[in-house]
């Protein structure tokens, strides 16, 4: 059953939004909001053949959803899976367990069993392409060194250099799993290659462990074990030791890293590594949901430095990044910074200028698609050349801002239409059905409605004036595009109640007479309303909740 759930997105909110109830609505309230529509669309109520064929469809829809709501063990499948969970396969599951929690356990149990299924057909491929370019004679050249040769006008650029590596992982069992990686480098006309295989087990909830064989052109054969293990729930230890063979013998190498979390976003880590690169390094993370902070040190050979990090992460649609790192140690001072952000739904592309000494200046470029990086350092200069740093600032925002407008954006506007267009397509007998019932909706509300509005004009209190559901346009850069709203002023009246209206913070597609007009897009409820004599008006996102009337809402007359 799992399976077959997870195919497709189902609708949690569905039977909430018709009854306009919270999902953590009590036994009272669903019976209460049920004996309201029960009186507006009970068959008995109605004379007319064709309004008491209408009431008797929504009578039934209303009960339905009553009834699972009201049985715990019934919402608790409904909640966790909507209606699909309402099959056959999921009323067996409730004859066997007698509790809400008890359902969900289950549930969760099938899924897990089926997301084990799916790790064992995919392979997570992973892999990175890095291709390095030298253009130092576009800023270090000597022009008298070039007088006498042919095209000397045109500045050399070549790839000095190239890394290729992937990986594959294929799910034995539950708790075994095959990696096979390898790689090609090349530099300056000369490279290798090579491979490796690794079996990893996970021995328990607290650990795994893993052994890895390799072989290649550059290294000669390796043997390691890495092992992982949970010591508490605050702290963590990994340890990684190799034998690597080659002309010049046996060199062993040991690397312990252990972690804990000071608090809810900061990790330490101390590391010690022995062998041809010996060292011990000490870190401090801290990741929360706008910002990442890293500060380490390390004493080794031959590398000894000190360094600081920090990332700003902006909460926007594209996931903007923007970073900045100075790294001091014997082998002099790096200052990098540079940005990131999502071009598309599976791509991230960033750029990181590297100064230093006597590095020189760089320009790092990174592409991530899906599981697949892309990376492209560039070496402008040697010497800390002020044009160099101006350009490799500059030129990457320049060529982002005119791609992104004139190719990406229109690339993902089509994309979006074309993905609305596909599921209007696919949705459009189920869109006809939904408005035919908010149609029949609307006319059984009519005489409930009138007794409604009498009652609210007698003591001044809450009368829609006009009520619009859908997209707007608001924006003047998009006057282009047309407006698709629904009118709801009818069945927005017929749920107030005391002068009150209170709609919950599921969409409000599902209410009683209303349906969705613009599918797959960002839509509104905007209310005109009168209380006590005065207009107030509110826009409320769909699945934002709402009560009125407020004093905040008063529209002011002078």
């Known amino acids: 059953m799992a399976a077959a759930l997870g195919e497709e997105e189902v609708d949690n909110d569905d039977y909430y939004s018709l009854l306009n109830v919270r999902r953590e609505a009590t036994q009272e309230e669903l019976k209460s909001a049920y004996r309201r529509l029960c009186m507006l669309y009970h068959p008995d109520k109605h004379r007319d053949p064709e309004l008491k ?72 491929p992973k892999g990175i392409i890095s291709v390095g370019i030298d253009a130092t004679d576009l800023f270090d050249r000597y022009d008298e060194d070039y007088e006498d040769v042919p095209g000397n006008g045109i500045p050399q650029i070549e790839i000095n250099k190239m890394h290729i590596s992937q990986s594959i992982e294929a799910p034995l069992t539950a708790t075994d799993t095959a990696i096979l990686s390898g790689s090609l480098s090349t530099q300056n006309g000369n490279g290798g290659g090579t491979i490796n295989f690794a079996l990893r087990r996970v021995t328990s909830a607290k650990g795994w462990g893993e052994f890895e064989f390799g072989a290649g052109d550059l290294h000669g054969p390796l043997l390691g074990m890495k092992f992982f293990r949970n010591l508490t729930p605050q702290c963590f230890a990994t340890a990684q030791c190799a034998m690597q063979f080659s002309s010049r013998g046996i060199r062993p190498g040991l690397t312990t890293v252990v972690a804990r979390h000071l608090d809810k976003n900061t990790m330490g880590y101390i590391q010690w590594r022995w062998g041809i690169q010996s060292a011990m390094n000490t870190s401090i993370v801290r990741d929360t949901k706008s910002s990442h902070f890293t500060m380490a040190l390390q004493l080794g050979i031959p590398q000894s430095f000190m360094m600081v990090s920090y990332q700003r992460k902006f909460q926007d649609d594209n996931q903007t990044k923007l970073k ?235």
């Open 324 to 558: 900045g790192s100075v790294k001091v140690g014997f082998f002099g001072t790096v200052l990098e910074y540079g940005a990131e952000r999502k071009i598309s739904r599976h791509s991230i592309l960033g750029a990181t200028v590297s100064v230093g000494v006597p590095q020189g200046v760089s320009l790092k470029i990174k592409l991530n698609r899906a599981s697949q990086t892309y990376f492209f350092p560039v070496h402008l200069t040697d010497q800390l050349l002020p044009s160099a740093v101006f350009y490799a600032t500059i030129g990457p925002l320049v060529v982002y801002f005119a791609i992104n407008r004139l190719i990406i954006k229109p690339y993902l506007r089509a994309q979006k239409e074309k993905e609305l267009e596909k599921q209007r397509e696919d949705l459009a007998g189920d869109i006809a059905t939904k408005r035919q019932e908010a149609e029949a909706a609307v006319l059984l509300m009519q005489e409930s409605v009138k007794r409604i509005i009498e009652a609210e004009e007698s003591r001044m209190g809450l009368i829609i004036v006009n009520a619009w559901y859908g997209k707007f346009v608001t924006d003047n850069s998009k006057k282009h595009e047309r407006a698709k709203v629904i009118d709801v002023t009818v069945p927005l009246q017929c749920l107030v109640k005391d002068s009150k209206l209170i709609l919950t913070e599921a969409a409000k597609s599902g209410l009683p007479g209303f349906y969705d007009p613009c599918v797959g897009e960002e839509k509104s409820l905007k209310v005109l309303y009168q209380f006590r004599g005065v207009l107030h008006q509110v826009m409320s996102g769909d699945t934002e909740p709402l009560r009125i009337p407020k004093q905040s809402h008063r529209i002011d007359t002078d």
């Open 53 to 124: 064929s209408k009431a008797e469809q929504l009578f039934n829809l209303v009960h339905q959803a009553y009834e699972v709501l009201n049985d715990p063990q019934s919402r608790a499948i409904y909640d966790v899976y909507g209606k699909k969970g309402l099959e056959m396969e999921g009323w067996e599951v409730v004859e066997r367990k007698k509790t809400p929690a008890e359902i969900r356990e289950e549930f969760e149990r099938l899924q897990q069993e089926r997301e084990e299924k799916r790790l064992q057909q995919r392979t997570n």
